[in-house]
């Protein structure tokens, strides 16, 4: 096992290395990356057996990838099966959740007039799956109308009075990536189920960040990116499929063999593919176990509260994320009343080498900032400092 994952060790006082845990990732440059809810950095280990894998191919291909590399993949499934709490039989392995995504919308029997609940926060990628298949299909689209900092109460209402007796379909996102607003989505699955509706969890941003029991939640499908908050390579994905569901769901490709089960959901349907990069997902959850879902989100947790405290006294800064939630992670949105928050995101970058997102949705337009385990408090520091003499210069005082 030490040949896959570093044994991290822990501090006198029995907590967690955070050093040791920030010196098996690669350095960030020449920008300190506060952008890790759209991709994340692999640890070393990660990028190395990546690497290895690739040479391996190129030895003896049409061997070594199919006999060498994916027959991991079961093994490597039952690993993901622990950390999402659901069965092995019920996962295939894609690109991302953006395939994860199509998959789901495009796979769901539906008929003319069917409704589908949606909300403006979705994934863009989700909304326009949707669009599609009402403008080829005349399904309706209803939305759930709530704001980001809507109650949990207001936010099941919002979703419960949309459904009508039409609706099939309920399309969820776990943690909303403009701000990272958390869902009660345990809430809103069992609602689902309640009225026979089919629920589509998008955890591109949930999974690996906080704790996950895809079996409590039992949601029909569960999608997310492995790419963001486990730290396997880029282009790793995950689809979860509810196994009574598996039958009726059509694939997106035709699929290699003839099937019926999580199979017809895999890559390999795919065609010739890059396996060194599945070789990349073993390490990255050996890692992210010898550390914990739970240590790693108190630790997100507690740098988000971290930066949000020290920056509160910016004039005119406003954090549009529920900080005192429970499920509070590592992904925010702020504005500073006044200032263009493009200037920012620029003035940041070009005079301070600090890269933060600018996110525009309806009239909300911040900057996100998501930090990663492999940062410290003192990049926070460096973050804060540079934003305070940013807005400075900006309001000339
Ligand atoms: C909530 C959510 N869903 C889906 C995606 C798409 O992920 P990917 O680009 O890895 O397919 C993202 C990416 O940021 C996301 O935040």
Redesign the pocket.
Known sequence: MNDIAPNLSKTAAGELDWAQVRASYPRQRPLLNLNN???SPPPLVVEQAVVDAYRFIGRNPDVNMWSGLDVKLPSIKRELAEIADCSADEIALN?????G?SVAIFGIPLSPGDRVVVSKWD?P??LGGWRQRQARENIELEVAEFGLLSSDDEVVEAYASAMQPSTRVLQL?H???WTGRVLPIGRLCALARERGIVTIV?G??SFAQLPISVHALRCDFF?T?L??WLGAPVGN?MLIVDRGRIPQTWPLLAPFDRVDSIDKFDHWNLGTYNSALQAGIEPAIRFHREIGVSNIHARLRALTRYWVERAADIPGFTVHTPLDAEMLGAVTLFTIDGVDSRHIECALRDSYAIHVKYRQVGDLKGLRVSPHIYQTESDLDRFVESLRAVVRDAYGV
């Open positions: 809810a759209a991709v690109r991302n959740a953006t395939e995504l994934y990628s989700a996102t943690m909303i990536h998008d591109a941003q999608v990116s790419h963001k994905g």
